[in-house]
């Protein structure tokens, strides 16, 4: 079986105010909140997660800084699924129901809390309705039939156009297997030629320099908080 993420464990959105945030997920689209809690390692910070399934949540972000960042379409937010962000920022977001009959009663609900609703857009691959969220946020429900094809949906033009080569293609389709080994890999010694988390400089040399077991130590926030509900 090949070694990858078998799907989205969460992703994380800051928010100005987490309560309509959880309004508008409970009730515009059924999610439920399974926890709510002050951020781990971040002081002043609550975290949020709002289940979709067992295993995929969307999380939300609430400190006193977002409040003052402002929000500028085409650039921190997109204006439309159609419009674009800055490199390395969230587009839109996709959530997956399993049925057409399961997206149209989706597209129904979403439209019942008096949310602007449109589609479904058959993109052949996939169906799609298409929303809007709090806080400028672009939301899509998806549903596929089947499995994508990659022998039909990757357009060689457009891979040309990418600077793919048809070698490069083959490897991006049909990526490297990885053995697990019988002990940890050892960390990757610093390159600034690799994508790095923006921690101040001698804290992230700090973190580089700890073994995974004291890393570990250091960052067990597994215990409930105190006062759960």
């Known amino acids: 079986m090949a070694l990858r993420p078998n799907g989205m464990h969460?992703?994380?959105?800051?928010?100005?105010?987490?309560k309509k945030q959880i309004e508008f997920f409970t009730d515009v689209l059924g999610a439920r909140l399974v926890a709510l809690y002050w951020m781990h390692g971040t002081e002043?910070?609550?975290?949020?997660?709002?289940?979709?399934?067992?295993?995929?949540?969307?999380?939300?972000?609430?400190?006193?800084?977002?409040?003052?960042?402002?929000r500028t379409p085409d650039l921190t937010h997109a204006r439309t699924p159609g419009h674009f962000t800055s490199a390395g920022t969230m587009q839109h977001l996709a959530l997956n129901v399993d049925t057409e009959q399961e997206l149209l009663a989706m597209r129904d609900r979403i439209r019942s809390r008096g949310i602007v609703a449109l589609g479904p857009v058959d993109h052949?691959?996939?169906?799609?309705?298409?929303?809007?969220?709090?806080?400028?946020?672009c939301l899509e429900i998806s549903t596929s039939r089947e499995a994508i094809d990659p022998a039909i949906w990757i357009d060689r033009d457009v891979a040309a156009k990418a600077g793919i080569s048809s070698e490069e293609l083959q490897?991006?389709?049909?990526?490297a297997a990885f053995e697990a080994t019988d002990g940890p890999v050892k960390q990757a010694a610093y390159d600034p030629s690799k994508p790095h988390m923006d921690y101040p400089e001698d804290?992230?040399?700090?973190?580089?320099?700890?073994?995974?077991?004291?890393?570990?130590?250091?960052?067990?926030?597994?215990?409930?908080?105190?006062?759960a509900a």
């Open 10 to 18: 969460h992703i994380a959105i800051c928010t100005a105010d987490i």
């Open 44 to 70: 002043g910070a609550w975290h949020g997660f709002l289940e979709l399934s067992a295993s995929s949540t969307v999380a939300f972000v609430q400190h006193p800084d977002v409040q003052a960042k402002p």
């Open 124 to 137: 052949g691959m996939c169906k799609s309705v298409y929303f809007a969220g709090l806080e400028g946020l």
């Open 203 to 227: 804290i992230y040399r700090m973190l580089l320099g700890m073994s995974d077991e004291d890393f570990v130590k250091a960052h067990d926030w597994s215990a409930p908080p105190a006062n």
């Open 171 to 175: 490897r991006f389709v049909n990526p």
